[in-house]
């Protein structure tokens, strides 16, 4: 293989199986270690992928055997959320970049102590919000860049699924970071503060379930000069996973499902509505490694893209949010 950023995955998952299954359009990037409390399930992801991929994928056994290979440049945290803040700490400290899977952290002072130990090392760390490197989330940015539809004033944004409440899954788990904020929220706040950047007021409504978690949320995010965004989130009902920015001169639809589309529109007043297809590769989740590997090759520590402070803004709507509706989160 040509010289390439060596990842790691810690946390052999549901999510880290549908990203490395997707690691075949990482251009210079390869899956070569996987790093799991039982190495059972550290063997069977690392046999199926190295299948796919037709080249070696070592097993650890425990995650700091997997944090001491010397031949893993970078490490993709997909564990629950209440264990990123230690895990990204350790791998930061053995020098390893991290890629954390959002959201960031189950508390803003987690996200914080992460970015401090980043800076302090001198070590590349990043949230893994793939939704912001894929191309119709690119283009709607750069046509908001070049005035397409005026001063953006407001962002809609929804993102919801009909679980079944079983408090044996992590999803409904208070410990493990469960409810609809950290898991699906997290998407509708970083979308709107990728777009208006960072309120000055969060307002949050929703519901409970008896685990402790949050089972929706509809929150209101405002800004002083009269900006806003409506969002939306929940685990009692399907939501179409619209987003919508709305300016002076237009708006943008991105179509269902905005977290990973294929497509947005453009409306502008008094024209007629131009769509314009922009499938990513593959699944989407390449465009997230290919960008650490690139500023791994700049020798940077944080991605333009996704820098560290928008993490820490979108943490902290976060904890506001659950806050005001009763849920506390902590760290393991």
């Known amino acids: 293989m040509d010289a390439q950023t060596r990842w790691g995955f810690l ?11 997707d690691f075949e359009h990482v251009r210079g990037g390869a899956l070569v270690a996987v790093g799991s409390r039982s190495g059972e399930r550290a063997e069977a992801f690392a046999a199926r992928h190295a299948e796919r991929s037709g080249h070696a994928v070592r097993a650890h056994a425990g995650y700091d055997a997997l944090l001491s290979d010397p031949e893993v440049d970078a490490v993709y945290i997909a564990t629950p959320h209440t264990d990123h803040a230690s895990q990204a700490i350790a791998a930061i400290e053995a020098g390893k970049a991290v890629l954390v899977e959002k959201s960031f952290t189950a508390t803003l002072d987690g996200a914080r102590r992460v970015v401090e130990s980043a800076r302090h090392h001198q070590v590349f760390a990043m949230e893994a919000m793939w939704t912001r490197f894929q191309p119709a989330v690119r283009a709607a940015k750069s046509l908001i860049t070049d005035g397409a539809i005026g001063e953006v004033r407001a962002v809609q944004a929804d993102l919801g699924v009909r679980r079944e409440f079983d ?3 992590r999803m409904f788990s208070l410990e493990l970071g469960g409810g609809t904020l950290l898991d699906l929220g ?43 965004a409506t969002l939306h989130t929940s685990f009692h009902m399907p939501l179409p996973g619209q987003a919508r920015i709305y300016g002076t001169h237009g708006w943008i639809d991105i179509p269902p499902r905005f977290h990973h589309p294929v497509s947005l529109v453009l409306h502008r007043q008094g024209e007629d509505p131009l769509r314009e297809q922009l499938p990513p590769s593959g699944a989407g989740y390449a465009e997230e490694f290919i960008e650490v590997g ?23 709507v976060l904890e506001e949010a659950a806050d005001q509706l009763g849920v506390r989160f902590t760290e393991r």
């Open 11 to 21: 946390g052999p998952g549901r999510i880290a199986e549908k990203v490395a299954a």
């Open 294 to 316: 690139r500023c791994l090759a700049e020798r940077r520590t944080e991605s333009d893209v996704m820098p560290l402070a928008d993490t820490l803004a979108v943490q902290a």
């Open 186 to 228: 997290v998407y509708v706040v970083s979308f709107a503060q990728h777009i208006l950047g960072t309120p000055d007021r969060v307002v949050a409504t929703g519901s409970r379930l008896e685990t402790g978690v949050d089972g929706e949320a509809g929150i209101l995010l405002g800004y002083d000069d009269g900006r806003s």
């Open 167 to 169: 408090p044996d899954d």
